[in-house]
């Protein structure tokens, strides 16, 4: 793998981890009903993409 590969993987494994941790937000705060935060948290999940 060389450079390039590197940085493409690491930046990959980033966006899955931020999604993964959004989610799990996300999750929460309906839970607890919290709907100002859910609007907040899928505003931020459109950004990710």
């Known amino acids: 793998m060389n450079k390039r590969e590197v940085l493409q993987e ?3 494994v980033h966006r899955a981890n931020l999604q ?5 937000r996300l999750e929460a705060a309906r839970t607890r ?3 100002r935060l859910v609007r907040q948290l899928e505003a931020e999940s459109n ?3």
Do not use: F, M, S, V
């Open 10 to 12: 690491t930046a990959r």
């Open 33 to 35: 009903g919290d709907d």
């Open 47 to 49: 950004y990710l993409g």
């Open 20 to 24: 993964k941790i959004l989610e799990r």
